[in-house]
């Protein structure tokens, strides 16, 4: 069965910093995967997704993902954080037959001024 | 166009009582999932409806029950509610079958239910 770790469950970052939200996938199969964000009290919103086109894949808000096969990683990033980017992320992973998402347990990031 | 739309937001339930909270996806949306979020577990899995039929289930009891409409509007159910039952209630909803991988999800903004 797929799954999905995030290394760090709280991320603190400066303003103005490099943002990095690893997240690590099982698969014998090249996956879908996604990262999604949510702010507090708001349902998840999808930020990006790896669809086996391009492995460096942009999204929303300036972040973007890279998909390493050899690594099994999808790590997120963005190069400079903004005060606004506090949320927590979660990344997910789909079999293409027939499964549902599988959630990470998220990471909550946290931008200092 | 319109977003996923779940109501009511908040509720507040006794114990032992049932609640059916509501979800509407995307006009043009087939596939509706369920997601219970809570601090401890996270994202968990309830159940998916496609075409008015539940394709997959999650590991819950069967208290938690879910049925789709012709419109593709959505409906769960929570009956004997337990303290334990606390948390957001997430509806999702894709074009197709969310395992067909490439269609992502778009979620409500989720159902915050209390039990006391």
């Known amino acids: 069965a797929q799954s999905v770790t995030q290394l760090g469950s709280h991320v603190s970052v400066s303003e103005g910093a490099l943002v990095l939200l690893r997240c690590n996938y099982s698969s014998s199969v090249p996956p879908y995967l996604f990262w999604y964000v949510q702010y507090p009290n708001q349902g998840l919103q999808l930020l990006l997704k790896?669809?086996?086109?391009?492995?460096l894949v942009k999204g929303i808000n300036g972040f973007e993902a890279e998909f390493k096969k050899s690594e099994t990683s999808f790590h997120l990033t963005k190069p400079s954080a903004h005060m606004s980017d506090a949320a927590e992320y979660f990344c997910?992973?789909?079999?293409?037959?027939?499964?549902?998402?599988?959630f990470g347990p998220g990471t909550r990031l946290s931008v200092l001024p | 166009k319109a977003g996923v739309t779940q109501t009511p937001r908040y509720l507040i339930k006794t114990r032992g009582q049932q609640v059916t909270l509501s979800c509407s996806p995307i006009?043009?949306?087939?596939?509706v999932s369920w997601y219970q979020q809570t601090p401890g577990q996270g994202l968990q899995f309830l159940f998916e409806?496609?075409?008015?039929?539940?394709?997959n289930k999650g590991n819950f009891p069967g208290r938690f029950s879910g049925r789709q409409f012709s419109n593709s509007r959505s409906e769960m159910n929570v009956s004997t509610l337990e303290l334990g039952d606390s948390a957001l209630y997430l509806c999702a909803s894709s074009l197709r079958r969310t395992g067909q991988g490439r269609y992502g999800y778009t979620f409500g903004s989720g159902t915050r239910l209390t039990v006391v």
């Open positions: 409806y496609f075409s008015e039929t539940q394709r």
């Open positions: 790896y669809t086996s086109a391009a492995t």
């Open positions: 006009s043009g949306h087939r596939s």
């Open positions: 997910a992973v789909t079999d293409p037959p027939g499964q549902n998402f599988v």
